[in-house]
């Protein structure tokens, strides 16, 4: 049974760097890939980018000044940095599993969610 | 940037059928899948590569794609399909997801 645990700070201050961790059971993090996506309160979803096994990424055009993404495979975990938070930035953020580009999302975290609030 | 359409809700009677659309530019070219997400839960797939069903989803759940719009049919609905809809697509290197739908059974 695959499992994505999101993890890290739930309370940020505006400018600082939002840094979350997704932790994988029951599947190798050496294959597929592996991608983050969030949702503010009472809207819909947005990607906010993928990495993959061999450590590439790529990002929504929206958000790439900000986002940096790595994987680490020695402990089956990959991780989500955002620069420069704002109040824009309060949501929950999944971490989510897809085979390709093409495929789904067949494995979602719970979500965990980040406010961003002085 | 390509951009997916949905209506803001639709309202089905218990035990009839909702259809749920996702319009885009061509959208029959892509590979559509759908979400449906309950209040408080992450979103769990119901329709995936326009019309094919994952395992432990029921019959009742449908999809088809033509031309610009991609819709997801829910037969003989039921109390426990209220919820919100995405469909989601892959498109110049960027996942797009719809706007939403909100589905009510009455």
């Known amino acids: 049974q695959v499992q994505l645990q999101e993890s890290g700070p739930g309370l940020l201050k505006p400018s600082v760097t939002l840094s979350l961790t997704c932790t994988v059971s029951?599947?190798?993090?050496?294959?597929?890939?592996w991608s983050w996506i969030r949702q503010p309160p009472g809207k819909g979803l947005e990607w906010i980018g993928y990495i993959n096994y061999s450590g590439s990424t790529n990002y929504n055009p929206s958000l790439k000044s900000r986002v940096t993404m790595s994987i680490d495979t020695s402990n089956n975990q990959f991780s989500l940095r955002l620069n420069s938070v704002t109040a824009a930035d309060t949501a929950v953020y999944y971490c989510?599993?897809?085979?390709?580009?093409?495929?789904?999302?067949?494995?979602w975290g719970q979500g965990t969610l980040v406010t961003v609030s002085s | 940037s390509y951009e997916l359409t949905q209506s803001l809700s639709v309202s089905v009677a218990l035990g009839q059928t909702a259809r749920i659309t996702c319009g885009g530019n061509?959208?029959?070219?892509?590979?559509v899948h759908w979400y449906q997400q309950k209040p408080g839960q992450a979103p769990m797939l119901v329709i995936y590569g326009d019309s094919n069903r994952p395992s432990g989803i029921p019959e009742r759940f449908s999809g088809s794609n033509s031309g610009n719009t991609a819709t997801l049919t829910i037969s003989r609905a039921q109390a426990g399909d209220e919820a919100d809809y995405y469909c989601q697509v892959w498109d110049s290197s960027s996942y797009v997801f719809g706007t939403g739908t909100k589905v009510t059974v009455l």
């Open positions: 029951g599947a190798s993090i050496r294959s597929y890939y």
């Open positions: 989510a599993r897809e085979r390709s580009t093409i495929d789904p999302f067949e494995y």
């Open positions: 061509n959208i029959e070219n892509k590979n």
